[in-house]
C-alpha cells in the first residue's frame, strides 16, 4: 500500500506569490492533518480535516488555508508568501479511530521563499 | 511557556553510551504522549507510544510522570544509526500533535 503522498516535493516561490501543496492520504484514511516545520523546531499545527470538515486549526494566520476532497486527499494553500513561510510542510493521515497512535506522515513538500 | 519543552542538545555520545532525554509538558489535560524520530530532512516516525507504567522497546526506555508533567526516553547501548532528532509529542483527544523542538543526538563511533 502507498503511505502519505506529498507533492510537490520541493518549491522555490517568490514573496508575495500564492502556493498549493498537495497530500493524499493512506487508503482507508479519513482524517488529514498539515503541519509546518521550520528549521530547527519542531513540526507545527496549522489544521486538521475529517470527512471534509475543518476539524482543528492552529495559531497560523488567514493567509493559510486548506480544504479536504471526497476522495479525502487534501490540498493546503498559502497566499501573500513570506520569506518566514519557508519550511517542510508535513501531512499527516489517520484511520478512523485510530487517534494519536494512527498517524502516518508523508515526506513532506520543502518549500523556500525567497 | 511552550507547550512542550526538551533538553537543549545536541547530545553527542560515543557508541554504547548511553544517553538520556527529558521532556516536559505544560497542558495537565493531555492523554497521550509519544516520542518521534526524525531523520535528517525526513518526515518524523513514530518511535514509541509512553504510559505511565513506564515500557520498554528493545534498547529503548519510556517513561510517563503525570504529577510532575514529565516524559523522558533512555536509550541504552547506542548505535551510529539512532543518530537522529528525538521529538517529544504529548495530544488530547481529538486534537491535534503538539510537538516539542526535539533533541539531536549524534552517536559517533
Known amino acids: 500500500d502507498a503511505g502519505v503522498t506529498q507533492s510537490p516535493t520541493h518549491l522555490i516561490k517568490t514573496r508575495g506569490q500564492h502556493v498549493t501543496l498537495r497530500c493524499s492520504p493512506i487508503s482507508g484514511h479519513k482524517s488529514v492533518s498539515w503541519y509546518q516545520q521550520v528549521l530547527g523546531q519542531g513540526p507545527q499545527f496549522i489544521f486538521q480535516?475529517?470527512?471534509?470538515?475543518?476539524?482543528g486549526r492552529g495559531n497560523f494566520p488567514d493567509r493559510f488555508s486548506a480544504r479536504q476532497f471526497p476522495n479525502y486527499s487534501s490540498e493546503l494553500n498559502v497566499n501573500a508568501l513570506l520569506l518566514g513561510d519557508s519550511a517542510l510542510y508535513l501531512c499527516?493521515?489517520?484511520?478512523?479511530?485510530?487517534?494519536?497512535?494512527?498517524?502516518?506522515f508523508g515526506s513532506g513538500t520543502r518549500l523556500t521563499v525567497v | 511557556r511552550k507547550e512542550v519543552e526538551q533538553d537543549p542538545g545536541p547530545f553527542n555520545v560515543p557508541e554504547g553510551a548511553t544517553v538520556a532525554f527529558n521532556c516536559t509538558y505544560s497542558n495537565s489535560a493531555s492523554q497521550s504522549f509519544f516520542w518521534y524520530r526524525q531523520d535528517c530532512r525526513k518526515e518524523p516516525k513514530l518511535l514509541m507510544s509512553?504510559?505511565?507504567s513506564g515500557n520498554e522497546d528493545g534498547r529503548f526506555t519510556a517513561q510517563l510522570n503525570r504529577a510532575s508533567q514529565y516524559i523522558s526516553l533512555l536509550i541504552r547501548d547506542s548505535k551510529l544509526s539512532d543518530s537522529a532528532t528525538y521529538l517529544c509529542v504529548v495530544n488530547q483527544a481529538g486534537t491535534a500533535l503538539i510537538f516539542g523542538k526535539g533533541t539531536t543526538l549524534s552517536v559517533s563511533s
Open positions: 480535516y475529517y470527512e471534509k470538515e475543518e476539524r
Open positions: 499527516a493521515s489517520s484511520p478512523p479511530g485510530g487517534g494519536a497512535r494512527g498517524y502516518t
Open positions: 509512553v504510559y505511565s
